[in-house]
């Protein structure tokens, strides 16, 4: 097995998701739609991706990333895009009656291999700005599909960080109404029931971003479903067998020591200490000692070198707040960033000037996998990203 840090994983390198991914099917073949609720960095793409890369059979997978996307035009030509590298989808393309040039856009693709992203680019620079129609047509087609014994799965990745955009722009709250909304007709449409289904998720939770908008209620009829990071059985086992695969050895006591470093193994910090261990060791495992994981994890994972794998954890909340939100939840995680966390009752001086801001923003660095919660007790999930957050955002 290969420790490949940062890429999303799929196949053999995919490691220890089994049950997620029978659990993920099976509610799929019930016909659910499936919100993908989890912290950062757990393996979510990757797990959407192993979807796609070994269907069941009967099913079609699609997987769109909308993240640099800026409204719903991205979306709906991501979605041609996707379809349309899949013959049996693209023949429905030809009786849709969409502009003169879509219609260019798509003929292209009979004649010549072209790669699915500039394709998409191309879709939306033919699309413009007009996406209900072309939306509605694909609607249709679908829905006038003979039944072929075939489900379509579409997975939306990075939903909740176009969605965030969309909302700052003008006449963005209204868009993201009406893409919801279409998107729940999908769902609850008769015609597609059972035919065709949907798993949205992203680095960000969606729950979060529309419960701020007070939308809620256009994504309650979907099943979330949870992921974590890897169970402690797990990760152990990744690192014994990572170890063990790179001539690298590792000890249960070199093991344990790494695991209780990091607090929640989430597999991109355990794979990150693999890698930075073996580098400190000159891959050489006589050379482990408690001493230097040690200096490894305060030097290497949660110092400046670590910061180029761990910035994403501010940089997400800067895209997912606005500014009052965003000061708010740094100033809670750098409150909870010592050892034995804090409790509300100290925090109650944010409270004052807006306590539904505060407990919005809490409810969303629990959901995303900042922070955990016991009572009144709040502390780091992750003891690295508690050091580091330490070292470098608290003055
Ligand atoms: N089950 C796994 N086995 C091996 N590596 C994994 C697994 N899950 C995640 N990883 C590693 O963690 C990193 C992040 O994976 P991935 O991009 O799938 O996570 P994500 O949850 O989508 O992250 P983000 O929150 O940034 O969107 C990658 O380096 C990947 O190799
Ligand atoms: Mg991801």
Same mark, same amino acid.
């Given at each position: 097995m290969r420790n490949i840090i940062g890429q999303a994983v799929v196949g053999d390198d995919l490691y220890g998701r089994t049950y997620e991914l029978g659990r993920l099917w099976e509610l799929l073949d019930h016909g659910q739609h499936i919100l993908m609720l989890a912290p950062r960095r757990v393996g979510k793409t990757s797990l959407m991706l192993e979807l796609r890369r070994a269907p069941r059979d009967n099913w079609d997978v699609l997987y769109i990333d909308v993240e640099g996307g800026e409204g719903p035009a991205d979306f709906v030509a991501a979605i041609l895009a996707a379809l349309a590298t899949i013959p049996r989808y693209r023949t429905l393309f030809e009786a849709i009656p969409f502009s003169t040039g879509v219609k260019k856009v798509l003929a292209r693709l009979k004649s010549v291999a072209v790669d699915i992203d500039v394709f998409r680019v191309e879709l939306k620079g033919a699309l413009g700005r007009e996406w209900v129609h072309p939306e509605d047509q694909l609607y249709a087609r679908l829905a006038s599909l003979p039944d072929a014994g075939v489900d379509l799965l579409i997975i939306v990745d990075e939903l909740p960080l176009l969605i965030s955009r969309m909302l700052r722009s003008d006449g963005g709250h209204r868009e993201v109404e009406l893409l919801l909304s279409r998107l729940r007709h999908w769902r609850q449409a008769p015609e597609l029931r059972g035919r065709v289904h949907t798993l949205v998720g992203g680095s960000i939770g969606l729950e979060g971003v529309l419960r701020r908008a007070g *939308?809620?209620? *256009? &994504?309650?009829?979907i099943t979330p479903f949870r992921l974590d990071a890897w169970s402690r059985t797990t990760a152990t086992k990744f690192l014994d067998e990572a170890g063990r695969d790179s001539n690298f050895l590792l000890d249960q006591d070199s093991i344990t020591h790494i695991l209780e470093l990091l607090g929640d193994p989430v597999p991109y910090h355990v794979q990150l200490f693999l890698s930075a261990l073996r580098d400190a060791c000159k891959g050489e495992p006589?050379? &482990?000692s408690p001493n230097l994981i040690e200096q490894c994890f305060v030097e290497r994972l949660a110092g400046a070198a670590g910061t180029a794998h761990l910035d994403h954890y501010a940089t997400r909340l800067e895209s997912a707040f606005d500014p009052e939100e965003y000061a708010m939840a740094r100033s809670i995680l750098s409150r909870a960033c010592n050892r034995a966390g804090v409790s509300l009752a100290r925090l109650k001086d944010l409270t004052k000037p807006n306590e539904a801001t505060f407990q919005s923003v809490l409810r969303d660095l629990q959901a995303d996998g900042y922070l955990n919660r016991q009572g009144d007790h709040l502390e780091f999930r992750s003891n690295l990203l508690r050091e580091w957050w330490g070292k470098h955002h608290v003055s």
């Open positions: *939308l809620s209620g *256009l &994504i309650n009829d006589a050379r &482990i």
